[in-house]
Every structure is written in C-alpha cells, then in structure tokens.
C-alpha cells in the first residue's frame, strides 16, 4: 500500500490545496472527514488538521473524533486545526478582537523540526479571528507574530505542531519548506509523482469504465482537457468520443479556435454542435446566477441525449465523462464541512443522478 498523509477537510477552501501542495512535495496524501473512525486512519503516516470557517468555541462546531490526536504519529494542525488541538490540550481560544488577514511576520521563539532551512523573521499568511490565547501546558511557543499572536506550537514530547498561519499559500514565503519538514517528520517513504498518477489514473479509468464507452464533455479548458486526455490513454480512440458544444456564451471566434487546438494536437474523436439556441433559451428572462448554472448543467444533459439521439447511439451503454475537480466539489458544498459558494454546472442534481447510477466517470 502506498504511503499516505491524511488531510481532515473541516470546510476550508484550503483543505485541497494542502493536499496539493503536499503532493507536490513528493508525498501522496488522502482527504478525510474530522469525523473519521480512527482505525480508517492507522495506516497514514501523518495527520493534518485543516483550517475552516468554524470557530472552536461556536455551537456549529464540525463534528471531530478527538480520538486522533491519541494516534501515534506525526499531526500538523494548521489555522482552525491549530486552536483545535490547543483547546483539546487545555488551552484556550478567544476572540479578542485583533484577528490578523493577511500578511504578518514570524518571530522564532524556540526550535522545532518545521523551522529546519527556515530564516527569521519570516513573512506568513494569516485569516483568523480567534486565537490561542492561552497555551497548553503540554506544549510550548515556537513563533509569535509581531502583535504577538501565539502562531506556532508544538507538543514537549509528542510529534505535534500547529500553526496559526497558512503554510500551504504562496504569500507565506517558505510554507514549502515548512510542509517539507513536516513531511519528512512522517517518515514518507514512497514517493508520489505526476507520472505514477497517471499510471494508476490510466488504469483505474479502464477497470471502471469496461466494456462501455465514454462521451466527454469538451469545453475548451485545462480540466476537460486534461481528463479527455487521459482517458484517451486509458480507454483509446474507438471508446472514447469528444463533444464541443458552443453554449452562446463563447466569446467571438473562440469556437472555432478551440477546435482548431484539439485537432492540431491530433484528436480524431472529437464532434462539435452549435446548441447555442437551446441554452439561451433556457437562461432567458432569469437573472440569479445560482439558478442560471442549474439550468445550464441540466440544459448540458439534454444536449447529450439530444446528440446521442443523432447519432442513433444507445445512452444505456455510454457513460458521462467529465473534468470535475475537488475545488468544484467543495464550491458546490460537496464536501460534509463546506459551505455552497456558486454551483457548479457539472455537479447538478441531474449529473448526480447519473453519477449514483454509475453512469459518469471523472477523471481528476
């Protein structure tokens, strides 16, 4: 089995984004709710406690299994993560009417293994209201900001540090290496690579895909791009067949531009249709956002079946392709700790529908 760090996503935006970076560091990481039984985490190498919108202190606090930090293994707690484990030690977190957004700098206090290759002061990323107020005896200071916020910690005999800021942000100016150290504090010994993502990638797609065929969406764009690409590795020309659809919202010749890529990088499976009527209609006289992209995704549906009719092909044996990213899932509240920020056109009610009777298959 593959080395892994659990990531426990408590509503953050920023949840995905540490995975990622994580990954990019070389280290395969898996998303978890706070709620997880502990034994569904035993075999992680490491734990992370993500920042979110909560505060500890409020009523609506996301449900956590305080069993895990009783593991015994290294656990980063970042933001929101960071007051959680501090007020399960016995510290304390209050508001005190002096959060800190945005950019601050870090004072080292004491040593800790996350301040290896890091110089002092350091520019660091903060979004919070609470804080630590009060840190917990088991623990001591290893940062402060210039205000003298409580930004780090780390446990006296335990492998547990947290962090106030955001290490995972472009604007915390050696986050990298932070998250380096606390990757190597987990004993990672597999690596995680681009290359070994699509091997196993390739052949998931093939074990779930089978003996049907797969119809993509093609929008133009990175995510589809990249998911129609892979599954032209894993499934091949004769099982796959793209479809661009020009909705009317596409800026003038952009059409034309975007097909003209797909067949200079060589795709021979790819079909293009002018629906543009059909979805404008649609839209027409409605003026909320949320409720013009749920009529979007459905109109997209329709379109599939319209085409499918067209070419005389049985719906039954062709399943939905589509580029879905974690951050559309956790926009649309996909996730059990998030909030809905806008709706994603690929994850309405009637893609969901065909996601549960397993008729869609989502690349990345």
């Not at 996350?114 to 520019?123: D, G, K, V």
């Amino acid at each position: 089995m593959q080395d892994f760090i659990a990531v426990l996503d408590f509503g953050s935006q920023y949840a995905h984004l540490i995975s990622k970076r994580i990954r990019h560091i070389g280290a395969y990481t898996r998303i978890f709710s706070p709620s997880s039984n502990e034994n569904s985490l035993a075999k992680a190498k490491g734990i992370v406690l993500s920042g979110g919108p909560a505060s500890v202190n409020s009523s609506n606090v996301p449900e956590f299994n305080s069993k895990l930090l009783e593991l015994d293994k290294p656990i980063l707690g970042l933001c929101y993560g960071h007051q959680l484990i501090a007020q399960s030690f016995g510290g304390s977190i209050s508001n005190t009417g002096k959060g800190e957004f945005g950019k601050a700098i870090l004072e080292h206090k004491s040593d800790s293994p996350l301040w290896e290759n890091i110089s002092f002061p350091n520019q660091v990323w903060m979004s919070h209201q609470d804080s630590v107020t009060k840190c917990p005896e088991e623990f001591e200071v290893t940062a402060e900001t210039e205000t003298g916020s409580l930004a780090a910690l780390k446990h006296r005999q335990r492998p547990i540090f947290t962090l106030q800021f955001h290490p995972e942000v472009t604007d915390t100016s050696q986050g990298r290496i932070m998250l380096k150290n606390f990757v190597n504090a987990c004993g990672v010994r597999s690596r995680w690579s681009m290359e070994s993502f699509i091997e196993v990638t390739t052949k998931r797609l093939s074990n779930e895909v089978g003996n049907s065929k797969v119809l993509m969406f093609l929008s133009g764009g990175v995510d589809s791009s990249v998911a129609f690409a892979l599954l032209n590795k894993a499934l091949g020309q004769d099982k796959l067949l793209g479809l661009y659809i020009n909705n009317g919202f596409m800026r003038k010749h952009e059409s034309e531009e975007i097909l003209t890529h797909y067949s200079q990088l060589g795709y021979k499976n790819i079909q293009s249709r002018n629906y543009s009527s059909f979805f404008l209609d649609a839209v027409s006289g409605q003026v909320d956002p949320q409720t013009k992209r749920q009529i979007i995704g459905a109109t997209f549906i329709n379109m599939r079946d319209r085409f499918l009719n067209e070419l005389n092909l049985n719906a039954q044996e062709w399943m939905l392709g589509q580029g879905t990213l974690s951050p559309d899932i956790l926009e649309s509240g996909g996730t059990d700790q998030a909030e809905v920020i806008k709706s994603q056109h690929n994850l309405v009610q009637y893609v969901l529908d065909l996601v549960s009777s397993g008729h869609v298959v989502d690349p990345l």
